[in-house]
């Protein structure tokens, strides 16, 4: 049942900060920035927000320190928006699972190897 509970409300995390994300957050480093997802700790007063940032590792770590220095003011947006006893407090991590995507796909163009119809286009 719990788990349920921290999917529901983790799921409504998301589209809430990501609709604050979008709107609310005026940090020049806060740039192109998705929220990918969340894990909530089981009493909902934890909440991982995974993130994908377009750009490169500098980008990264300056949207990071970005949505770090926002974080009390999009702890109280979503407090007010999910009507929740306790707002969770936000820690925010790159999504790991977009570059596993990128290195996979990286590996998969190096094994076929260069293809006959690439050579004069």
Same mark, same amino acid.
Not at 7 to 24: E, F, I, K, T, Y
Not at 78 to 85: A, D, E, K, M, N
Not at 87 to 108: C, H, K, M, S, Y
């Given at each position: 049942?719990?788990? &349920?509970?921290? /999917?529901?409300?983790?799921?409504?995390?998301?589209?809430?900060? @990501? /609709?604050?994300?979008? $709107? %609310?957050? !005026?940090? *020049?480093?806060?740039?192109?920035?998705?929220?990918?997802?969340?894990?909530? #700790?089981?009493?909902? !007063? &934890?909440?991982?927000?995974?993130? #994908?940032?377009?750009?490169?590792?500098?980008?990264?770590? #300056?949207?990071?320190?970005?949505?770090? @220095?926002? $974080?009390?003011?999009?702890?109280?947006? =979503? %407090?007010?928006?999910?009507?929740?006893?306790?707002?969770?407090?936000?820690?925010?991590?790159?999504?790991?699972? =977009?570059?596993?995507?990128?290195?996979?796909?990286?590996?998969?163009?190096?094994?076929?190897? *260069?293809?006959? /119809? /690439?050579?004069?286009?």
């Amino acid at each position: 049942m719990a788990g &349920h509970r921290t /999917d529901r409300v983790g799921a409504l995390l998301q589209a809430a900060l @990501s /609709d604050v994300l979008l $709107r %609310g957050v !005026k940090d *020049p480093r806060v740039g192109m920035v998705t929220v990918t997802g969340t894990r909530m #700790s089981p009493d909902l !007063k &934890h909440a991982t927000v995974y993130v #994908s940032v377009h750009g490169d590792a500098a980008a990264e770590r #300056s949207t990071l320190a970005g949505l770090a @220095s926002a $974080r009390p003011y999009l702890q109280a947006q =979503i %407090g007010r928006r999910l009507g929740l006893r306790f707002t969770p407090e936000l820690r925010f991590e790159v999504d790991p699972a =977009i570059g596993n995507a990128e290195r996979l796909e990286r590996l998969l163009r190096e094994a076929r190897g *260069p293809r006959e /119809d /690439d050579g004069d286009a």
